[in-house]
C-alpha cells in the first residue's frame, strides 16, 4: 500500500480526495489535516464518509512522513513552506495554483503578486494527464489544475491538436460554474438565497485561470468569461473560435474522436436525438469524466467547442487522483470508476 | 401622506419593507437604517429597487419623529430601546419578536431570558388582522408575526375557530421553508453549495413561534417540527389534528370558507384537476396572500390541514403593511395587490 | 376603458397578460380564450389570479369584438386568420412570431416555411419600444418580440446607437435562459428531473431569434448560442464584440446611460461592491425592466456587454403591454410598476 | 459470472440497476429491454453510462434464459406475466408492487383492482434486508421495496423492534420527495416551471406504500402525508409518534445504534456542530445507505424519527442488488460502494 496525507482536508477539494483515496485499493491515508477542523472525524465535515472512515483531522504542524503528500490548501500557501514539505514525501501533488505556471512574469501578471518559491516552478509538471501523460508518469512533483481551464482546455484541445484553428485570433470562452466553486468558506454572495437562481456573470474576462489556458494551449488572443448558475457541481465552457478556412465537419469528427480515444476519461457527446445530445456537466457529478462535443457554421467558419467536467473531480481532485495512478505506474482509471448519475 | 421610517432596512424584512412602502399610494418614506450599510444606496443592498428610489440608508442614531415607525431590527433589540422610539413616532409596528407574547413568563420560557420592557407587552396587539383586526385598527402599536406560526396560525383557524378540534388533543403541524428564513446574515449552513438541495429537518420541536400557536389559538399540546427545502422564499405548514366526532367535510369546507370570505388576503386552493390543487407558497412570492386547504380521513377523524405563504410578505413585511393600512382606516389591500406569478 | 381579449390565455405568456392586464387601470378585459382549458376558471391554470378573476377560458370562435385584441397563440397561428381578426379589433398585438420579421425571404429562411400572409408583414410595427417608440405610438398592428433577441438587443443597443462598434465584425451572444421559455407544453427535456441542475447548450447557433436582432440592428455576422439554464424565469445575454480604435470606457458610459435615461425600464448596473453589481435575471422577475451593462478589455478592444431581464416580461407580455400603453396614449409604464423581488 | 437481465431498462429505476450491476464484479448483464427505445444504445438513455457498455436495449418479447431477472417495469405489468418470466430464470427480483403485499385483500384495497396472480404473493419475500435479511437469502422471488415505504419502515424500525411505542397508537409520517419518483414518464406537473420550487403536499394520506408499512411494522393507525420538494433524488421521513410510558432518551440511543450496528448501510446521524447534524437526501444520492436520527420531547412522549434515502438506490436498485447480493452468497455491500457526494 502506498501512503498518503492530506494537507488541509476540510475544503471541498480536500473532501473529494478523501472520497476517493478511501476507496482506492491501492492506498492507505495516513493524515489529513485541518487547523479550522482539529480533532473533529472527518465524517462531521464530510458527511457521506461516514462509516467510511474514522479518522480525524490532524495538525498540519504535526503532518508525518508518507510516499505522497496532497497539497489541498487555498492559493498561495504552499508556495511558503514547499521545502519542508518535500521534505516529509518523495511525491508531492498540488491542488492549488501555486506551482501550476511555469513561467515567473506570467505567475505574478496573472497572481499580482511575486512568487515566493521560483526555484520550484520548473520541478512541477502541470497535471493534465490529457496534455502531459508521460511527463506525469515519471514526475516527483505534480501540479493540480484550475478547473475552468481544464474545461477550457479540453474544449479546445482537439481544434489546437489537429491545427484546427489558428492560434493567434480571438477564442472566447464562455463558462457557466456552479456553487462549489466558491469554497468551503464562500462570501455574503454565496449564501442560497442570494446564490440560488442566478445567472450572475461575474467575471467578464481577466479571470486567472485563463493563464493555463495561455501556457498549455498557446492561445495568444483568449478570454474566459465567468458566469455563476444555480448548480453545486460543475463547469460548462463553450469556446467559440473560428477554424481555418477549409476545415469541414469530418476534420472535426476525427480530431474529437482521436481526442477521446486516447484518453480514458473524455468522452464525445454529439447525438441526434435524446435528451442528453451534448456534454451536460449535471450528469458528471461524483466522475472523472470530461464530455466534449462541437458544431461548425459552415458558413463562416464559427465553431462552438464544448467541454462539461464535475469541477471538484476532472476539474480538480479526480485529476489529481488520475496523476496520482500515473505516478505509481497503476492504470490511470484506479479508484475513479463511478459513473455519475442520470436522473441528477 | 403619512410619513414612515424603517429601522434595520438592509435585511429581508426591512427590504419588502421598503419594496411595499415605495408603492404604497399614501405613504412618504422618510428614512431607512443600516448601520453596516450607512450611507449606500438602498438599491446597492436590494437591486430590485433600483430607479425606484435615491435614498440611502442612514444612521439609526438620527432618526428623525414620522407618524409611524416600522421596526425591522433582529430579535432583542426592539426592547431595549423602546421607550426611546415610542417618542419619535405615534404609532409603531415592530416585526420581531419582542413584543409578540403576551405573557411574560412564556415569554422568558420560549427566548430563554428575562424581557427588558415588560411594561410594554401589554401595549402591543399581536399584529395578525385574521386575528385582531379590530384591535389593529385602533392600536398604536403592533407587533409582527412570526412566518412559521402564521402559516400555523392560519392553517388550524378555520378548526379553533368553528370548533372542531380539540383545544387539549396533539396537534402537529409540519412546516417547510425556504432560505430567506434564515436572514441575510445566514451562517456557515447557509452557502449555497451546502443548503442547495437540502431536506433538512432542522427542528424537531420547540421552534419559538410555537409559543405563538400556543397564544393565539389556546391550542395545549402542539409542535411545529422545522424542514429546510430548496427554496428561497416560502413556508408551507402542514397541520395535523383529529377532528370531534361527528365532523364532516361538510363542516370543514364551510370553516374554511367562512374565513376566506372574511379575510382578502385567504384563500380556499382544494381541486379536483390541474396541477395546482393544493396551496403551494411558489406561486405566491411577493404577494400577501395566505392559501388554505384541507382533507378529512373519515375513516379516523385524521384532518390535515394546510397553510402556504411567502414568510417575507404574509409572514412578516406585508402583514406589517395590511395593519398599517387598517391603524390608518385604508383598505386593509393597499399597496399589496401583487398577484404572484406564474410560472415561478 | 379599453376593452381587450387575449387569444391564448392557457400558456405562460398568456396568464402573464392576464395578470398584468387585471391589474391595468385602463383596462376592461373581455375574454381569453384556450382550446384545451376551455370552460375552466382562469385560476385553475393561473393559479396566482385566483380570487382576481371569476373569468372562464372561452372559445377562439367565439370571440366577440373589443379595441385591442392580443395574440398569445403559438407561432404560425396568427398568420393563417389574421384578416378575420383585424375584423374584431382595431388595433391587434400578437406575441408570436409571425409578423416580426419585414423581410419575406428572411423569415423563409429563418422559419423554413412561405408566410401565409405575406401582405401583413409592412403592417406590423417590431414592438420595441426601446427601438421604435414612435412607430409603435401611432400603429394599429404591433409584433411582439423574441426574449433572446430582446436581451441581445437591448445588450447591444448602446453599442450600435453610439457607433462603437463595427456592424460588420463578429459578434457572439451567449445566452442563458430559464425553463419557461419552453411554454407550458413542454417536451421530455423539460420533466423536472432531467432539466434540473442543467447547463445545457443546445443550441450553438442557427436560433430563430437571430433574425430579429440582424434585422433591428443590421449587424451582419452575429450568433447566439443558447444555454439552458436551472431557473423558471430569466435570460441573460452577454454579447461580445470588438469596439472600433480608440473607444474607451468614457465613451462606454455615455453610450450604455443614454439608452437607460431615455428608456424608463432599462437601468445600468455597474456596482463596484455589494452582491448585485451586474444585471441579474433573479431579481426582475414579474418586472418589465431590462438591465444592462459592459466592461472593455481595453488591451484588445474586447467589450462585454450583458442584458438581463425576465423572459416573460420585457421579453414577451410586458413589452406587449408596454406597447398598449404607447398606443392608447398612456403613460409607458402604466400597470408594470411591480419592482422585482430581493431575496428570490 | 451471474447472468442477469433486466426487464424495462429505460425508466430510472432500470437506469440505476444498470448503473449499478455495469460495475459489479460478479454479474454480466445480458439484456436490458425497452419496447420504447428498442434498438437504441443503453447510454443515449441514460447518458452516465457512455462508455460503460455498448448495450443496446432489446424486446421484451426476445428475453434469454439468465441466473436472474430484475423486472423494472411499471406496476400491474409483472403480475401478468410472471409465470412465463419464471421460466427464464430461477430467480427474479421484482422492483414493482406486484408482490410487495402478502393479503390479497389489502392488495386490493390500496391498488383497487384485484390480483392477476394471487397465487404469487406467498412466494415473494419482501426485499427490504433490514427487516428480511435470511429469508432474502434463502429465497428464489423477492420483491422490491417501495421508496416511501423503506424510509419509513427504516424511521420506524428501531422503535418497533425495540418494542418502544404502542403499535395501536397513532404515527404520522410525513415525507418529502425529489421529482425522480415521478418517473421518466411524469405528467404536466412535472415540467421543471411548474415543479421547480415547489412545497407540494400532493397526498395528504391514503399513498399506497402506506400498505407495506402496515404489512411491515404491523402498525394499526399510520398515515403517510407526501410533500414534493425541489429536489430530484431523496427522500426525507420524519416520523411522529408517542413513546410508551417511561422510556427515555438511553433507550432510543440503544435502539438506533442496535438498527446501524447490525446492518452495514444504515447509519445514525446525530451531531451536536456542524452543518449535517440530521440525516439528509442530499449526501446520500447514488449511494445506499439510509440515515436515521431521533429526537424526543420528554415532557409528553413526542417522538421525532427521521430517515434519509435515495429513493433510487435504497428506496428501489440499490436495495433490490444488496437483495441480489444475499440471494448469491456474496457480501452485501458489493457493487454499492460508492459513498455519496459533499457538497452537491
Not at 461516514?50 to 479518522?55: C, D, E, V, W, Y
Not at 479540453?154 to 466553486?181: H, M, N, Q, Y
Not at 498557446?218 to 463553450?238: E, F, N
Not at 462552438?304 to 487522483?321: H, Y
Request: proline share 5%.
Amino acid at each position: 500500500m502506498t501512503t498518503v496525507s492530506i494537507v488541509g482536508g476540510s475544503g471541498y477539494g480536500g473532501g473529494e480526495l478523501l472520497r476517493l483515496l478511501l476507496g482506492h485499493p491501492h492506498v492507505e491515508i495516513k493524515q489529513a489535516t485541518s487547523r479550522s477542523h482539529l480533532g473533529e472525524y472527518i465524517y462531521q465535515v464530510h458527511p457521506n464518509l461516514r462509516k467510511r472512515t474514522q479518522l480525524k483531522f490532524s495538525d498540519p504542524a504535526q503532518l508525518e512522513p508518507v510516499d505522497i503528500l496532497f497539497l489541498a490548501q487555498p492559493h498561495g500557501q504552499a508556495q511558503h513552506n514547499i521545502d519542508q514539505l518535500a521534505g516529509l514525501a518523495g511525491k508531492i501533488i498540488d491542488l492549488s495554483a501555486d506551482f501550476r505556471l511555469k513561467d515567473l512574469a506570467r505567475y505574478q501578471q496573472w497572481y499580482g503578486e511575486p512568487h515566493a518559491a521560483p526555484g520550484w516552478l520548473d520541478k512541477f509538471v502541470y497535471g493534465l494527464p490529457e496534455l502531459h501523460r508521460s511527463e506525469i508518469s515519471s514526475a516527483n512533483y505534480v501540479s493540480g489544475v484550475g478547473c475552468n481551464a481544464t474545461a477550457s482546455n479540453l474544449a479546445l484541445l482537439p481544434l489546437t491538436r489537429a491545427g484546427l484553428i489558428d492560434l493567434e485570433a480571438p477564442v472566447i470562452v464562455e463558462i457557466k460554474v456552479g456553487s462549489s466553486e466558491s469554497g468551503a468558506e464562500g462570501n455574503s454572495g454565496s449564501l442560497h438565497a442570494e446564490r440560488a437562481n442566478v445567472i450572475r456573470t461575474f467575471s467578464p474576462f481577466g479571470h486567472r485561470h485563463t493563464a493555463e489556458v495561455i501556457q498549455e494551449l498557446g492561445l495568444k488572443d483568449i478570454s474566459l468569461t465567468m458566469t455563476a448558475v444555480d448548480l453545486v457541481r460543475g463547469v460548462l465552457a463553450t469556446a467559440h473560435a473560428r477554424v481555418k478556412p477549409g476545415v469541414v465537419m469530418k476534420d472535426l469528427w476525427k480530431a474529437y474522436r482521436n481526442v477521446a480515444t486516447e484518453n480514458p476519461f473524455v468522452r464525445v457527446v454529439k447525438e441526434q436525438r435524446g435528451i442528453y445530445r451534448v456534454p451536460e456537466p449535471k450528469i458528471l457529478a461524483g466522475s472523472n469524466y470530461a464530455d466534449i462535443s462541437f458544431d461548425l457554421d459552415e458558413t463562416n467558419g464559427h465553431i462552438v467547442s464544448i467541454c462539461a467536467i464535475d469541477n471538484l473531480m476532472k476539474g480538480a481532485s479526480g485529476t489529481a487522483v488520475q496523476c496520482m495512478n500515473l505516478m505509481l505506474g497503476l492504470d490511470e482509471t484506479t479508484g475513479l470508476e463511478f459513473a455519475g448519475l442520470h436522473p441528477y
